[in-house]
T-cell receptor, first 114, second 116 residues
């Protein structure tokens, strides 16, 4: 079975500062990895995903995540955050062979200070 | 295009009452799921369905029932509500298996349930 650990429940940063949201996963088989974002009072939206190929994946709004198989990590980074990035971010994993369900981490709340 | 529609958005129940959370999607998606979201625990899968007539248990199925009589609808039933079921519930759907290459999962806007 797969599991996902997000060590930081909350991450406060100042606007225009860099940020890293940590995600570690556990699985005995090949996995797909995802980051989802949830803005206040809304459902989740896919931010980016790693399926295969290049270990660095990017989203359209400046976030990127790097898959590190040896460290079983998929940390999310942004070099300069904006107030509009305030949201909760969820790391998620699915088993590559079946992909019938996705397991989510506990979430990291990113709060941006002006 | 309505996407994934959940009703009701807010509900207060008394312990022991039963109720059904409705979920409907108009995208002809085969795969539908119910999650609950609790502070510090993220989203946990309750039940999921890979097509009409087929359902399976997720991580936290106890106290909940589901059925999938049509492709469009995937209701979640609480048979005897308990305070531990106070949570935010999200329905999701996708055309392919949730973790498939190129797939997109669509989430509803959530249903806030309080059991007193």
């Amino acid at each position: 079975a797969q599991s996902v650990t997000q060590l930081d429940s909350q991450v406060p940063v100042f606007e225009e500062a860099p940020v890293e949201l940590r995600c570690n996963y556990s699985s005995s088989v090949s996995v797909y990895l995802f980051w989802y974002v949830q803005y206040p009072n809304q459902g989740l939206q896919l931010l980016l995903k790693y399926l295969s190929g290049s270990t660095l994946v990017e989203s359209i709004n400046g976030f990127e995540a790097e898959f590190n198989k040896s460290q079983t990590s998929f940390h999310l980074r942004k070099p300069s955050v904006h107030i509009s990035d305030t949201a909760e971010y969820f790391c998620a994993v699915s088993e590559a062979s079946s992909a019938s369900k996705i397991i989510f981490g506990s979430g990291t709340r990113l709060s941006i200070r002006p | 295009n309505a996407g994934v529609t959940q009703t009701p958005k807010f509900q207060v129940l008394k312990t022991g009452q039963s109720m059904t959370l409705q979920c409907a999607q108009d995208m002809n998606h085969e795969y539908m799921s119910w999650y609950r979201q609790d502070p510090g625990m993220g989203l946990r899968l309750i039940h999921y369905s890979v097509g009409a007539g087929i359902t399976d248990q997720g991580e936290v199925p106890n106290g909940y029932n589901v059925s999938r009589s049509t492709t469009e609808d995937f209701p979640l039933r609480l048979l005897s509500a308990a305070p531990s079921q106070t949570s935010v519930y999200f329905c999701a759907s996708s055309f392919l298996r949730p973790g498939t290459v190129g797939n997109t999962i669509y989430f509803g806007e959530g249903s806030w349930l309080t059991v007193v």
